[in-house]
């Protein structure tokens, strides 16, 4: 009996990994890469048009001082968000290699555990953040009053984030097995749900304050999240992990998932952070020169308008790592550096069409959030600064994704580690040198831009070297297996 078992999860295996093979293994490999980057085009773009979308109704419906609040509290937000998709990341890249190596029985186990790391993990970090908040905003520039409400504003959320994380993680398990679509459909439905149904419900029909205003964004993923958890393990998919596997105690390939999702956390964290000390020296800078409420709207709209910007590229690299996680599972390292050039290639070029509106005409976009003609004029200059450089971003996600796909997550922390000490070295160094001078110290951003590349040109041509000798080693063991 044991046997015929055996051979029927054999059998079912084959067929999993065929349809996998199909998803994974395409001959176009721009549309092979493509297709696996609809999900997190669908998730990036969504979350950040999501965010613009939702401060525009907000302001339309509260007013006042809301932009200020949800402009600020949305730095909060994000850090726990992307929290969230840390853990979804680590999915990402250990089941698409799992899976490329045919090992269904780890994956199982891997997803299981990072489902019970998950949710543990957030109702931490979302206790961290209710009791920080209010430093946190009030070291970024706001006053007490703002700060104060901003907290009520995130209360909500952070009490749903634990649920949140189900919704990411459960999409990054989809996004692994090839399903890309799917997980970009699923991602498309939380937003719609939000934006274009709860929340003008609560905004416009029950008119709730601000500090119910982030209702929306909760019960938008938690829903589908519990609902996509319950499928996950009633076996509705290829992988098909089991509630028992929740007695079992963590595996290796978990600590070793969680490693790969390192340098996601550590991007987020250094392009974060330091920012947020950016944001604080550049308010104070404001306070001297009597700017602080047009430094306080643009950076809020800035904020916006880059996520929304950096969304599609981030997207595309992402399926970059998915694609060349499971190429490097099945030893495919010719196929990896080709993902890893075309990647390079869409993101960058795209990010170079929006150069020309960015630098003569940005308050045309900046009309979505504001209407005062005199903070139009002002943000129309502030955003053209860091959008001189904005272009290399791409390529700095082409690098990480490329080498977290290679299997060198630690070399893929690098980068991250970079950019936050360079931004608060130009930090300090802007402010003592110009303390009335906000505007500048924007420039902080071209500076670690370009620092960066630098790092990231070492790094790709370290791994290029990497996988070159595998390839020839791989070359040279079928030459000898032939030969015998």
Same mark, same amino acid.
């Given at each position: 009996?044991?046997?015929?078992?055996?051979?029927?999860?054999?059998?079912?295996?084959?067929?999993?990994?065929?349809?996998?093979?199909?998803?994974?293994?395409?001959?176009?490999?721009?549309?092979?890469?493509?297709?696996?980057?609809?999900?997190?085009?669908?998730?990036?773009?969504?979350?950040?048009?999501?965010?613009?979308?939702?401060?525009?109704?907000?302001?339309?419906?509260?007013?006042?001082?809301?932009? #200020?609040?949800?402009?600020?509290?949305?730095?909060?937000?994000?850090?726990?968000?992307?929290?969230?998709?840390?853990?979804?990341?680590?999915?990402?890249?250990?089941?698409?290699?799992?899976?490329?190596?045919?090992?269904?029985?780890?994956?199982? #186990?891997?997803?299981?555990?990072?489902?019970?790391?998950?949710?543990?993990?957030?109702?931490?970090?979302?206790?961290?953040?209710?009791?920080?908040?209010?430093?946190?905003?009030?070291?970024?520039?706001?006053?007490?009053?703002?700060?104060?409400?901003?907290?009520?504003?995130?209360?909500?959320?952070?009490?749903?984030? /634990?649920?949140?994380?189900?919704?990411?993680?459960?999409?990054?398990?989809?996004?692994?097995?090839?399903?890309?679509?799917?997980?970009?459909?699923?991602?498309?439905?939380?937003?719609?749900?939000?934006?274009?149904?709860?929340?003008?419900?609560?905004?416009?029909?029950?008119?709730?304050?601000?500090?119910?205003?982030?209702?929306?964004?909760?019960?938008?993923?938690?829903?589908?999240?519990?609902?996509?958890?319950?499928?996950?393990?009633?076996?509705?998919?290829?992988? #098909?992990?089991?509630?028992?596997?929740?007695?079992?105690?963590?595996?290796?390939?978990?600590?070793?998932?969680?490693?790969?999702?390192? /340098?996601?956390?550590?991007?987020?964290?250094?392009?974060?952070? /330091? /920012?947020?000390?950016?944001?604080?020296?550049?308010?104070?800078?404001?306070?001297?020169?009597?700017?602080?409420?047009?430094?306080?709207?643009?950076?809020?709209?800035?904020?916006?308008?880059?996520?929304?910007?950096?969304?599609?590229?981030?997207?595309?690299?992402?399926?970059?790592?998915?694609?060349?996680?499971?190429?490097?599972?099945?030893?495919?390292?010719?196929?990896?550096?080709?993902?890893?050039?075309?990647?390079?290639?869409?993101?960058?070029?795209?990010?170079?069409?929006?150069?020309?509106?960015?630098?003569?005409?940005?308050?045309?976009?900046?009309?979505?959030?504001?209407?005062?003609?005199?903070?139009?004029?002002?943000?129309?200059?502030?955003?053209?600064?860091?959008?001189?450089?904005?272009?290399?971003?791409?390529?700095?996600?082409?690098?990480?994704?490329?080498?977290?796909?290679?299997?060198?997550?630690?070399?893929?922390?690098?980068?991250?580690?970079?950019?936050?000490?360079?931004?608060?070295?130009?930090?300090?160094?802007?402010?003592?040198?110009?303390?009335?001078?906000?505007?500048?110290?924007?420039?902080?951003?071209?500076?670690?831009?370009?620092?960066?590349?630098?790092?990231?040109?070492?790094?790709?041509?370290?791994?290029?070297?990497?996988?070159?000798?595998?390839?020839?080693?791989?070359?040279?063991?079928?030459?000898?297996?032939?030969?015998?």
């Amino acid at each position: 009996m044991e046997k015929k078992e055996d051979s029927t999860t054999s059998s079912i295996d084959s067929l999993s990994q065929t349809d996998e093979q199909k998803r994974f293994e395409s001959n176009n490999i721009v549309l092979s890469l493509l297709k696996l980057s609809v999900g997190p085009l669908m998730f990036n773009c969504g979350i950040s048009f999501h965010d613009a979308v939702d401060m525009m109704l907000i302001s339309k419906s509260i007013g006042g001082n809301s932009i #200020q609040i949800v402009g600020f509290s949305s730095l909060i937000r994000y850090l726990c968000v992307c929290v969230t998709i840390f853990f979804a990341q680590s999915t990402i890249a250990k089941i698409a290699a799992l899976i490329g190596a045919k090992k269904t029985g780890d994956a199982c #186990q891997v997803i299981t555990d990072l489902f019970r790391i998950s949710f543990i993990t957030m109702i931490l970090v979302s206790t961290m953040f209710y009791f920080v908040s209010i430093p946190m905003l009030i070291f970024m520039g706001c006053t007490h009053d703002i700060a104060v409400e901003a907290r009520r504003y995130l209360a909500p959320i952070l009490i749903g984030i /634990p649920f949140m994380a189900l919704f990411q993680l459960s999409c990054g398990f989809i996004q692994s097995q090839g399903r890309s679509i799917l997980c970009g459909l699923l991602q498309l439905a939380a937003f719609a749900l939000n934006c274009g149904i709860i929340s003008p419900i609560l905004l416009f029909a029950v008119k709730v304050p601000i500090k119910y205003a982030g209702i929306s964004f909760v019960l938008s993923q938690s829903i589908p999240g519990i609902i996509l958890t319950i499928l996950i393990f009633k076996g509705k998919f290829n992988i #098909q992990p089991e509630i028992s596997m929740f007695l079992r105690r963590i595996s290796k390939g978990t600590l070793n998932a969680l490693l790969l999702g390192t /340098p996601y956390i550590l991007n987020i964290l250094a392009g974060a952070i /330091p /920012p947020m000390i950016l944001l604080r020296y550049m308010m104070l800078a404001a306070s001297n020169s009597g700017e602080a409420p047009l430094i306080a709207s643009a950076f809020s709209v800035f904020l916006k308008l880059q996520s929304a910007i950096n969304s599609v590229s981030i997207g595309i690299n992402q399926g970059l790592m998915a694609t060349g996680s499971y190429a490097r599972g099945t030893g495919n390292y010719v196929r990896l550096l080709q993902l890893f050039i075309r990647a390079v290639l869409i993101t960058a070029t795209y990010h170079l069409c929006w150069i020309p509106l960015m630098e003569t005409r940005a308050d045309l976009i900046a009309k979505i959030w504001m209407s005062d003609k005199e903070q139009l004029s002002f943000t129309r200059y502030f955003l053209r600064i860091p959008f001189y450089t904005n272009w290399l971003v791409p390529l700095n996600d082409s690098t990480v994704n490329f080498v977290l796909a290679s299997g060198k997550p630690v070399l893929a922390m690098i980068p991250s580690f970079v950019r936050g000490i360079v931004c608060l070295i130009a930090t300090f160094s802007f402010y003592y040198t110009g303390k009335n001078q906000p505007k500048r110290m924007m420039y902080t951003y071209n500076t670690y831009d370009v620092t960066v590349l630098l790092f990231d040109i070492g790094l790709v041509i370290y791994d290029i070297k990497y996988l070159m000798k595998l390839i020839k080693k791989d070359d040279s063991d079928v030459v000898h297996m032939n030969l015998v």
